[in-house]
């Protein structure tokens, strides 16, 4: 199985630090930022794509709780950022009195992005409105309209998109179903 990972209201700086670190012409640095992120196998039979914000209790609650579980169980590897980033949501995200940026620019220098990399990241317009065009193709093509949202094997079909938290036996079932 494999699992194309892609955050709606990320942070732009988060979305590839390690692009963005490295000196490069913007596009490719901004092709880099905005491609997918996926875990599992490219030849696999099944493709789950999820959409999911780093604000979202729900969204944090699945990568901490289900998610590590059907890694174990179906997925070979994982992006460790953005797990760090779903893990500590509640010191980030909504901590009172802190400056989420500055909380932010600090997680992103522990997994190896200089804090002036981070800045132009953040203040990247181009990366900023190539994630919220994504958005919109999301909510567009697909009805993406909440997170977490697990669409399997391409475009929207009734019976193959999953919203909202899933323990990992609700998230087996629909990738079972949909081997079937």
């Given at each position: 199985m494999i699992i194309a990972r892609?955050?709606?209201l990320a942070i732009p700086a988060l979305a590839v630090s390690s692009a963005l670190a490295v000196p490069a012409r913007a596009e490719t640095a901004l092709d880099a930022a905005m491609a997918d992120r996926a875990i599992g196998s490219p030849d696999a039979k099944v493709v789950v794509?999820?959409?999911?914000?780093?604000?979202?209790?729900?969204?944090?609650?699945?990568?901490?709780?289900?998610?590590p579980r059907i890694k174990a169980e179906q997925v070979d590897r994982y992006v460790p950022f953005v797990e760090?980033?779903?893990?500590?949501?509640?010191?980030?995200?909504?901590?009172?009195?802190?400056?989420?940026t500055d909380e932010l620019a600090k997680m992103a220098a522990l997994a190896g992005m200089p804090r002036p990399a981070f800045d132009a990241a953040i203040a990247d317009s181009d990366l900023r409105n190539a994630i919220l065009k994504a958005q919109e193709d999301a909510e567009k093509t697909l009805s993406?309209?909440?997170?977490?949202?697990?669409?399997?094997?391409?475009?929207k079909v009734t019976n193959r998109k999953e919203t909202g938290e899933q323990?990992?036996?609700?998230?087996?079932?629909?990738?079972?179903?949909?081997?079937?």
């Open positions: 892609r955050s709606l794509a999820e959409w999911y914000s780093l604000t979202c209790p729900h969204c944090a609650r699945f990568a901490i709780e289900a998610l760090a980033l779903l893990a500590s949501q509640a010191r980030w995200a909504y901590a009172r009195g802190i400056n989420t993406i309209d909440s997170t977490p949202t697990f669409v399997i094997n391409g475009p323990s990992p036996e609700a998230f087996a079932k629909f990738v079972t179903d949909a081997q079937a």
